[in-house]
């Protein structure tokens, strides 16, 4: 049983959070958090179409007290980065499997961590 102020909180990326939470008798206290924050200091907040406003900010709050930043997105699948992320992903691996570049040359390419880096 959860109290009044607490928030159920999921980093899935791949299901419904309305899903999650369709499991309780709180759905307007369940939101997503999702993100890598040791690849990109970013997470998307996932409000649900019932998710309340209050949770909404409380999250906000959370988030932000971790040093991260955030947008917020709805749940759909997929949420936001993911989206955005696989057709760059998908390319990377048609371009590693065609021979047009090895897989240092791809992640020199798409990760800032490793482009300052020399090629040998």
């Not at 570049?101 to 300052?116: L, M, Q, V």
Request: aromatic share 4%; proline share 5%.
């Amino acid at each position: 049983m959860w109290d009044q102020h607490t928030v159920l909180a999921t980093n899935t990326s791949a299901l419904s959070v309305v899903g999650i939470g369709s499991g309780t008798t709180r759905l307007a206290e369940v939101i997503g958090i999702h993100g890598s924050p040791l690849a990109v200091p970013m997470s998307e907040i996932v409000k649900t179409i019932v998710t309340s406003d209050d949770t909404r900010e409380q999250t906000k709050i959370f988030v932000v007290s971790l040093g991260l930043g955030f947008i917020v997105v709805p749940d759909v699948p997929g949420f936001m980065t993911n989206r955005v992320q696989m057709p760059y992903r998908l390319s990377a691996v048609r371009t590693l499997e065609a021979g047009i570049a090895s897989r240092d040359e791809i992640d020199a390419c798409i990760n800032p961590k490793i482009s300052g880096r020399q090629s040998k």
